[in-house]
């Protein structure tokens, strides 16, 4: 009778620690892609929906999309952000995601980031996927702009899992390559346009001493000056140091996100 007693509370606890575990593995209430504005069809939102979970998985970092009729009388970024934290966005104790929020009544868009997330999608990378899915939403191609956020947030989150999250960084190399490209172009133009007046200086020889170079009696120096004329200081404000990138604001639940909006 002890022993059929204890294995009961033995099966009631290891029951009840299963149950515990995955309800705190399985907080979100909706799935990953949540279509209210009806914009895809049932087989898209089907199979964007099993995209957006496998990737969610290997990144370890929820991608949600939601699309909506309308804002309910907050603006994009609230919207967002109130979505993925009272439906349980997010992956791990930190709750790290990215959820893309598309409001067709005014043709709102918003990005809100939580976690690990504003890491790796800093305002320059947040910008660069805006550049790349916006043109999408506006033709009205949205099956096509879905998937394009999607594989985008896989390959910044693939970068900064590499330790180089997509920003300052990026945009300073690609600049510095135009910069170089530049350079070079004008010193092999410069170059050749050099030559060019050069070959025509037929009669121009050089001469060793630089006296040759002077007319006599053509300057006459009697009296010398020194005017101070005026001066000049030039301020610059000091660069504030951005930290990780991206820039952060406090949602109506009170917790930390990142993200951007625009429209479409």
């Known amino acids: 009778m002890k022993k059929r007693t204890v294995a009961v509370i033995f099966i009631l606890t290891f029951c009840l620690t299963s149950f515990i ?22 087989s898209e939102e089907r199979d964007l929906n099993s995209k957006l979970e496998s990737l969610s998985e290997e990144q370890k970092c929820e ?10 009388g907050k603006n994009a970024t609230e919207y967002a952000d109130d979505f993925f934290d009272y439906n349980g966005y997010g992956y791990g ?35 660069y996927m805006s550049n790349e899915f916006l043109p999408y939403l506006s033709s009205g191609d949205y099956r096509k702009a879905f998937l394009t956020f999607a594989e985008l947030c896989d390959d910044l989150l693939t970068q900064a899992r590499n330790g180089s999250p997509y920003g300052s960084n990026n945009i300073l190399a690609s600049n510095t390559n135009r910069i170089l490209i530049s350079l070079g172009i004008g010193v092999v133009f410069a170059f050749i346009i050099t030559g060019i007046m050069k070959s025509k200086l037929k009669s121009v020889r050089f001469q060793p001493a630089a006296s040759s170079y002077v007319r006599r009696d053509s300057v006459n120096m009697r009296i010398s000056r020194d005017l101070f004329l005026y001066s000049r200081i030039d301020r610059r404000a000091k660069p504030k ?24």
């Open 21 to 42: 575990t995955v309800s705190a593995s399985t907080h979100r209430e909706l799935p990953l892609l949540v279509d209210n504005a009806d914009l895809l069809t049932d």
């Open 63 to 72: 991608v949600a999309i939601v699309t909506v009729h309308s804002l309910e």
């Open 93 to 127: 104790s930190s709750d790290d995601g990215i959820l893309l929020l598309v409001s067709m009544e005014d043709r709102d868009c918003a990005m809100s980031t939580h976690g690990y997330a504003i890491k790796a999608f800093t305002d320059a990378g947040l910008n």
């Open 241 to 264: 140091n951005t930290g990780s990138g991206s820039s952060t604001h406090r949602s109506s639940s009170g917790r930390i996100h990142g993200g951007s909006r625009g429209k479409f």
